[in-house]
């Protein structure tokens, strides 16, 4: 309920970020509709907003506010397209489009820069500066999808409950904080909604994924740097991570991942919020709100001598342990529900599970997490064509954790070995009738032939 102000104020802000450009911008969806222009497409064109916005481009063109278009041509090619345009007052203006994709490799806007043809010498030099805006903006419009796409998380379980509850609390303030927790328990959403649920929601949030970024580059990315810093460098110099997520929230993904030398100068960051760029001496203050995350289990590698101890102590402000899925199986079949209510949505799809089905994503143990389980539904709506999932159509590996018996459980030192394997055998069966409850499907699964399973089901009374 509380998403849509914040959407408007994100594109409020998106706005105002583009009335500083010195450049004219025009923002169209791919049919066209006029969705953006800043101010200083105005002055460079002689038209008001009033008259183009959510107006067809085509429909302008065939009005006489302007002679030429480039968005039917870069959406349809995908390839960025420069061209000379005469608006209805006779202003000469240069139009340079880029197509911005959606996931699905589809041509979703189309960013027009807009210049004056005095300018016509001067591109060369500013072409880079062309790209970061495009960057930028892509940035800002994935931030607002974000917002309304991933700001969920799904539970009925105890474990979840008091973990949400200790998010709200500590979002609230504006301490460090550090995310615990496997591989693909989905700490990028909860570092998405603490800063949601932040004094500082509408200020920007950034990430960046310490494991991806190369050693000798990751204090240039965090602290940025001065003109000519080093070889290759952008000759205006360019802002660090630290700066341009001022006032807003940093998110360092798999902090754990971080060398030692860049963790000390980590640490004097978040103590003093001071950065200097590289190749530069002037200190310069920020003002950020840290949370990092990580799968390590840092208090191991501070013995190790991997993770400085002053880091881990300066982190360790705030905890959240997020449980694996495995540890909450509560929390299983809602979330099953919802992924498959929502690429079901997305796909064009009507696939319904059967309760079997439901039984033994209870009883796979998810080592992949929240991430596998969202990759397998997308999976199986993609390639079965049945609205019906039946167990037959799950992976192997699944059927088989679903039946699984710890054969630890069967030792007993009064038993003989025969004894535990019958014991064995009739829990392995048993488990498999009441995941799949027929002959057929268990011989199946145990790659026997049938009169095998039946006489051993028989034997054991389980038919």
Request: charge should be neutral; aromatic fraction near 6%.
């Given at each position: 309920m509380?998403?849509?102000?914040?959407?408007?104020?994100?594109?409020?802000?998106?706005?105002?970020?583009?009335?500083?450009?010195?450049?004219g911008i025009y923002v169209t969806d791919a049919k066209g509709k006029t969705l953006v222009v800043n101010h200083k497409y105005e002055q460079?064109?002689?038209?008001?907003?009033?008259?183009?916005?959510?107006?067809?481009?085509?429909?302008?063109?065939?009005?006489?506010?302007?002679?030429?278009?480039?968005?039917?041509?870069?959406?349809?090619?995908?390839?960025?397209?420069?061209?000379?345009?005469?608006?209805?007052?006779?202003?000469?203006?240069?139009?340079?489009?880029?197509?911005?994709?959606?996931e699905s490799g589809k041509v979703a806007l189309v960013v027009t820069f807009v210049r004056d043809i005095t300018l016509l010498c001067q591109l060369k030099d500013q072409i880079a500066n062309q790209q970061e805006v495009i960057?930028?903006?892509?940035?800002?419009?994935?931030?607002?999808n974000k917002k309304l796409q991933n700001s969920y998380v799904i539970f009925e379980s105890k474990e979840m409950a008091e973990l949400m509850n200790l998010l709200?609390?500590?979002?609230?303030?504006?301490?460090?904080?550090?995310?615990l927790g496997e591989t693909g328990v989905g700490k990028d959403i909860y570092s998405r909604l603490i800063h949601e649920r932040s004094l500082r929601r509408k200020e920007p949030f950034f990430k960046v994924d310490c494991s991806t970024i190369p050693e000798n580059l990751i204090e240039s990315e965090l602290f940025g740097y001065e003109a000519g810093a080093f070889s290759g460098a952008n000759t205006k110099g360019k802002l660090g991570l630290f700066e341009m997520a001022d006032k807003g929230t940093l998110f360092l993904d798999e902090i754990g991942e971080l060398p030692l030398l860049m963790q000390s100068k980590l640490l004097r960051?978040?103590?003093?919020?001071?950065?200097?760029?590289?190749?530069?001496?002037?200190?310069?203050?920020?003002?950020?709100?840290?949370?990092?995350?990580?799968?390590?289990?840092?208090?191991?590698?501070?013995?190790?001598?991997?993770?400085?101890?002053?880091?881990?102590?300066?982190?360790?402000?705030?905890?959240?342990?997020?449980?694996?899925?495995?540890?909450?199986?509560?929390?299983i079949l809602p979330l099953a529900r919802f992924l498959f209510e929502k690429y079901n949505v997305k796909f064009r799809r009507e696939v319904s599970i059967t309760n079997e089905v439901g039984k033994v994503f209870q009883n796979y143990k998810w080592p992949g997490n929240v991430r596998e389980m969202d990759n397998l539904i997308q999976s199986l709506i993609i390639t079965h064509e049945k609205e019906i999932l039946e167990v037959c159509d799950l992976p192997h590996f699944m059927l088989l954790d679903?039946?699984?018996?710890?054969?630890?459980?069967?030792?007993?030192?009064?038993?003989?070995l025969d004894e535990m394997m019958r014991d064995y055998e009739k829990k392995l069966l048993k488990n498999a009738f009441e995941v799949h409850g027929s002959v057929a499907k268990v011989a199946k699964l145990l790659k026997v032939d049938r009169t095998t399973i039946f006489r051993k089901a028989k034997k054991f009374s389980l038919i």
């Open positions: 509380d998403e849509f102000p914040e959407r408007l104020d994100m594109e409020k802000l998106l706005e105002r970020i583009l009335d500083v450009l010195s450049d460079l064109t002689g038209i008001n907003r009033e008259e183009i916005m959510g107006k067809l481009v085509t429909d302008l063109r065939n009005q006489g506010i302007f002679d030429v278009i480039l968005n039917p041509e870069i959406v349809s090619t995908g390839q960025k397209k420069t061209m000379v345009q005469v608006t209805k007052v006779g202003k000469r203006v240069i139009l340079n489009g880029y197509p911005v994709f959606d960057d930028k903006f892509r940035e800002v419009q994935s931030l607002i709200e609390k500590v979002a609230r303030t504006d301490a460090t904080i550090l995310l960051a978040l103590q003093d919020q001071e950065l200097i760029h590289v190749g530069s001496t002037k200190v310069r203050k920020f003002d950020v709100r840290f949370i990092a995350a990580t799968n390590r289990n840092l208090e191991e590698e501070v013995k190790n001598g991997r993770f400085r101890s002053d880091l881990f102590y300066r982190l360790r402000v705030a905890v959240l342990q997020i449980p694996p899925l495995r540890e909450r199986q509560r929390d679903a039946i699984n018996v710890d054969p630890s459980s069967m030792c007993n030192e009064n038993k003989s």
